[in-house]
């Protein structure tokens, strides 16, 4: 499938900002079953980009830009190939071991309902692929229609004592959860060709089983990532993989506009 891709993220501040500098983690990397065509990272003043790559081995982009600051926007385009590859990652950077992925953040700390609850869904088989996939299903079947927005900035156990408000919550419970089953999993961001309205990139994840290795879950649709998702960065959390994170040097609040459009081109395959 050949899938357009279009990000647009706007800052606006109350006050000029004397300095920004940001770590973009938005440009996706080639798999075997992903290939960037085309793919473009644009800002609209004056600031220098250097491409480099982080710890977990995702494609980021440093953007430092000095003031006076009133307003900056962060625009990503581009076209990837992708193929079904039922949810294996094949040919992505690794550079740390599965078993650092068992460690857990302070927004993938499981309650004890979730952990009961991973329990409880995964009964009854010993196969680890099995469990995980029952647990991926069962958070499909417990929060439904979870929609791509902004980060809401709850944990794991938060979002499952109450109610899931974006893709990244599913997520992150996910991989709380998966951790308690002695799964290794990660947070993984991205896109996923969608009909509705999106106002961020989408999150799922994934878990390490041996003999397969990482295989991904996406709860928002209860199925393995297919070829209508774009695979951009993981990290421990959604924090760890951000698209955006950063900092600026100046007073006043700041007000953020995101949109994001994720489309398919021509019947390629």
């Known amino acids: 499938m050949r899938i357009a891709v279009e990000h647009r993220s706007v800052y606006r501040f109350t006050q000029p900002q004397a ?35 982080d ?43 599965p078993a650092l992925f068992l460690r857990t953040t ?35 079947a417990r929060f439904r229609c979870v929609p791509d927005v902004p980060d809401t900035g709850l944990t794991a156990a938060e979002a499952f004592a109450g109610k899931a408000q974006a893709s990244r919550d599913l997520a992150q419970m996910f991989v709380a959860a998966a951790r308690t089953l002695d799964a290794p999993a990660r947070y993984v961001s991205g896109y996923r060709l969608d009909h509705m309205a999106q106002c961020a990139p989408h999150g799922w994840c994934e878990a390490w089983v041996a003999g397969l290795g990482w295989i991904g879950f996406d709860p928002v649709t209860g199925m393995s990532p297919g070829d209508g998702h774009v695979r951009v960065a993981v990290g421990l959390d959604a924090d760890g ?29």
């Open 19 to 53: 300095r920004i500098v940001q770590m973009l983690r938005l440009t996706p990397c080639d798999t075997q079953h992903q290939t960037v065509v085309s793919w473009m990272v644009g800002v609209d003043c004056d600031a220098r980009l250097r491409d480099a790559v």
């Open 55 to 97: 710890g977990y081995g995702n494609a980021v982009t440093m953007l430092y830009a000095e003031g006076p600051i009133e307003a900056i926007e962060i625009a990503v385009t581009g076209e990837v190939l992708t193929t079904d590859n039922a949810g294996v990652v094949r040919g992505a950077a690794e550079p740390l071991p």
């Open 106 to 140: 302070a927004r993938t700390a499981a309650s004890p309902e979730l952990a009961a609850f991973a329990r409880d869904v995964s009964d009854g088989t010993g196969d680890p692929i099995e469990r995980l996939h029952r647990l991926n299903q069962a958070l499909h």
């Open 241 to 269: 993989a951000a698209a955006i994170a950063g900092r600026r040097i100046g007073h006043g609040d700041e007000e953020l506009a995101v949109d994001v459009q994720v489309d398919r081109l021509g019947n390629e395959e």
